[in-house]
Nanobody, 120 residues
Framework: QVQLVESGGGLVQAGGSLRLSCAAS????????MGWYRQAPGKQRELVATITNGGTTNYAASVKGRFTISRDNAKNTVYLQMNSLKAEDTAVYYC??????????????WGQGTQVTVFS
């Protein structure tokens, strides 16, 4: 199993910045990619950004140019730097680990979520 612990959410004024962190532990060698998703009230969970073990990144169109995903392999931690925040970025942000193991196959693991609230 993989455990994910998020931190860094909070309340910020529009135009401001926040950095989210997600520390992974457990069977980290099974992780293929990690990412951030978010869910606003009344909406479905949506992809924000992902990063593979090789460092390839992918962003939702709505955050491209404002958010940056990165990872520190030595610390088994993934970060999401969020700049130029907008009210529509308000959501619970979840860390995700995409894993695969022989026989077991592919499994997604999720963190507990961290609230990001942007006010104008």
């Amino acid at each position: 199993q993989v455990q994910l612990v998020e931190s860094g959410g909070g309340l910020v004024q529009a135009g401001g910045s926040l950095r989210l962190s997600c520390a992974a532990s457990g069977n980290i060698f099974s992780i293929n990619a990690m990412g951030w998703y978010r869910q606003a009230p009344g909406k479905q969970r949506e992809l924000v950004a992902t990063i593979t073990n090789g460092g390839t990144t992918n962003y939702a169109a709505s955050v491209k140019g404002r958010f940056t995903i990165s990872r520190d392999n030595a610390k088994n931690t993934v970060y999401l730097q969020m700049n130029s925040l907008k009210a529509e970025d308000t959501a619970v942000y979840y860390c995700n680990a995409d894993t695969s193991r022989p026989i077991i196959g592919q499994i997604d693991y999720w963190g507990q979520g961290t609230q990001v609230t942007v006010f104008s």
